[in-house]
């Protein structure tokens, strides 16, 4: 009886991948990380970060192996340590209680996110009503709204929600959105709001941040051909979801989120003879060839580069660790 012939020798047919350009970490998630890096260098471990300071359990887990110890609320943390706020930002309140504790306390929000802060808070000094397009429970929206008195911003999730809004009383609203939806849902949901309410005035600039204005465009481009598109990222991040329902609305076949090469399944590629590869805006690049070395064992791999936007945004590090 001839023994089993290994997979490398019968199933080693030819598959296309097309990486998506631009892919993987954005200027405020390389900054958070250099915050925590660096805080660890400069003060030593441990380092306590509120919240995961990125969406992504690899970054976690490094971080934590460097001496970073993550909690979710800051009267986990002693008095005595650094303690950094993540990349999503966080409530007024909780720099407050910070002070109040004279902590020493690393800012790592994304600056995009500050500015959408900023925005609500210029909207409320001018007597408007916010209406803020998110994710309930989000850390991102969870900070927004804590940036305002509570009643001076109503969340809106969806086009229905955008639909059954009331407007408190005679109030002139404003909008802002969290910075990593869907650009094609946000604008829906925008358009019904706007139906309703056409005197409502547009941000000074996109709250949509461009990093996940960019990813989306790419991964518009993969679905147009790809019978199966793999985003790599973890599954509470929200950029790295949405990158997903971009996929299958633009075409794809099929795609799936993966936290990394392990989460593959093959049964996915069946019949598929070109993939798409992006990886959301807090996953690390070497994920991503994780996954092309694990599709080159199994199938006879060529790989394109797709075109697409060129990032050279960068964002600065708190003077604390630069001084």
Same mark, same amino acid.
């Given at each position: ?16 991948? %097309? ?17 925590? #890096? ?34 979710? #609320? ?44 900023? !925005? ?67 604008? !829906?949901?925008? *358009? ?6 056409? #005197? ?23 679905? !147009? ?16 979801? %949405? ?6 609305? *633009? ?31 807090? *996953? ?40």
């Amino acid at each position: 009886m001839n023994a089993p012939v290994p997979p490398s020798q019968f199933q080693r047919r030819p598959l296309s991948v %097309r990486m998506a350009t631009p892919r993987g970490f954005c200027a405020g998630v390389d900054r958070a990380i250099q915050i925590v #890096e660096r805080a660890i260098e400069k003060y030593g471990a441990p380092v306590y970060v509120r919240h995961e300071i990125v969406h992504n359990r690899h970054v976690v887990d490094r971080l934590k192996g460097l001496g970073a110890v993550f909690v979710k #609320e800051l009267d986990e943390c002693p008095d005595d340590r650094p303690v950094v706020f993540s990349a999503h930002g966080v409530p007024k309140s909780v720099p407050a209680t910070a002070r109040s504790r004279e902590m020493l306390f690393l800012d790592a929000t994304c600056p995009l996110v500050s500015k959408v802060h900023v !925005e609500a808070e210029r909207n409320f000094a001018a007597g408007r009503h916010v209406i803020l397009i998110g994710h309930a429970g989000h850390p991102e929206v969870v900070g927004t709204m804590g940036q305002l008195p509570a009643g001076a911003i109503s969340l809106v999730e969806t086009v229905e929600d955008a639909e059954a809004f009331q407007r408190p009383g005679d109030q002139p609203l404003a909008y802002a959105t969290q910075t990593t939806l869907s650009v094609d849902d946000t604008a !829906e949901i925008l *358009a019904a709001l706007k139906r309703r309410f056409p #005197e409502l005035p547009d941000p000074h600039k996109e709250d949509i941040c461009y990093a996940t204005t960019n990813r989306q465009e790419a991964v518009k481009r993969l679905g !147009e051909g790809c019978g199966l598109v793999l985003v790599v990222g973890s599954k509470n991040s929200s950029n790295s979801a %949405r990158l997903v329902d971009v996929a299958l609305k *633009a075409g794809a076949g099929d795609a799936r989120l993966v936290d990394d090469a392990g989460d593959l399944d093959w049964a996915w590629f069946d019949g598929v003879e070109t993939v798409g590869l992006t990886a959301g805006a807090s *996953a690390p690049e070497p994920l991503v060839h994780g996954v092309i070395d694990a599709l080159r064992a199994r199938f006879d791999v060529t790989v394109t580069e797709d075109d697409g936007a060129r990032e050279t945004v960068t964002f600065k590090l708190p003077r604390a660790l630069t001084t």
